[in-house]
C-alpha cells in the first residue's frame, strides 16, 4: 500500500474550516484515499473516502487533485469537538489493508 | 456508519494469565477483521486480519501463539492475549468490514489492557 505524508500538527480556528493536507505520490490506480480521525483514547473514526472524484458527507469534504498525488480533507465549520489525529490512508477498498502514519494532530481553538 | 463494539472495554489482570477481548459487528456481516494495538503517543500497528472461518493471517514480528484470533462467525471475532506479561499492556481495537463491494473499515471503541 503508498504511504502517505502529513504534516504533524495543524491548529484551526473554531467555525473556521479547517483544510488538512496529505501528500500520496505513490498511488496506485485502484487505491482509495480514506480519512481517519482518533479521538483520545478511542477507537478510529471514519471520516470519508474517494477514489477519483471529490467527495462530500455530512462531516467533511475530500478534495483530490487530479493526479491523485495529493488530497485535502475539509472541516467546513471546525468545532472544538473536531479536535483529534487525522489519519490519512492509501489503500486497495475492499481488498486492502489500512496501515496507519502518524497523521495530523489538529487542534481547534476558541 | 456501521456500528463495531468491543468487550471489555478496559482490563486489569495480573502477569502470566489469559485475557480474552471480543469485537462484534451489531448491524452488518463482517467478512473480515482486523486487530490492531496502539501504545501510547504511537499510531495504531496492525496486528493481524482474519476472514470468517479461516485462520487469521499475523503481521510480520506479531506472535501467533501468543495473540490467538478466533472468527468463527460473520459478526464475532476474539483475541486471546495468552500468558500475558507487563509488556502487552496496550489499547488494542478491532475493525470490520463486509463483504464484496465494502470498501470501508469500521473501527471498535478499544480495549485498555493493563498487566500489573
Known amino acids: 500500500d503508498a504511504k502517505t505524508t502529513q504534516p504533524p500538527s495543524m491548529d484551526c480556528a473554531e467555525g473556521r474550516a479547517a483544510n488538512l493536507p496529505c501528500n500520496h505520490s505513490?498511488?496506485?490506480?485502484?487505491?482509495?484515499v480514506y480519512w481517519y480521525r482518533q479521538i483520545h483514547s478511542q477507537g478510529p473514526q471514519y471520516i470519508i473516502h474517494?477514489?477519483?472524484n471529490n467527495e462530500t458527507n455530512e462531516m467533511a469534504s475530500l478534495i483530490i487533485t487530479e493526479d491523485r498525488k495529493s488530497s485535502t480533507l475539509i472541516l467546513p465549520h471546525a468545532t472544538l469537538r473536531d479536535t483529534a489525529v487525522y489519519y490519512c490512508i492509501v489503500a486497495r477498498g475492499s481488498q486492502g489493508n489500512l496501515i496507519f502514519g502518524k497523521g495530523t494532530k489538529l487542534s481547534v481553538k476558541p | 456508519g456501521a456500528v463495531v463494539s468491543q468487550h471489555p472495554s478496559r482490563v486489569i489482570c495480573k502477569s502470566g494469565t489469559s485475557v480474552k477481548i471480543e469485537c462484534r459487528s451489531l448491524?452488518?456481516?463482517?467478512?473480515?477483521m482486523f486487530w490492531y494495538r496502539q501504545f501510547p503517543k504511537q499510531s495504531l500497528m496492525l496486528m493481524a486480519t482474519?476472514?470468517?472461518?479461516?485462520?487469521?493471517?499475523?503481521e510480520q514480528g506479531v506472535e501467533k501463539d501468543k495473540f490467538l484470533i478466533n472468527h468463527a462467525s460473520l459478526t464475532l471475532s476474539t483475541l486471546t492475549v495468552t500468558s500475558a506479561h507487563p509488556e502487552d499492556s496496550s489499547f488494542y481495537i478491532c475493525s470490520a468490514r463486509g463483504g464484496a463491494g465494502w470498501d470501508t473499515q469500521y473501527f471498535g471503541p478499544g480495549t485498555r489492557l493493563t498487566v500489573l
Open positions: 448491524d452488518f456481516q463482517a467478512t473480515t
Open positions: 474517494g477514489l477519483k
Open positions: 482474519s476472514n470468517e472461518g479461516s485462520k487469521a493471517t499475523y
Open positions: 505513490t498511488i496506485s490506480g485502484n487505491e482509495y
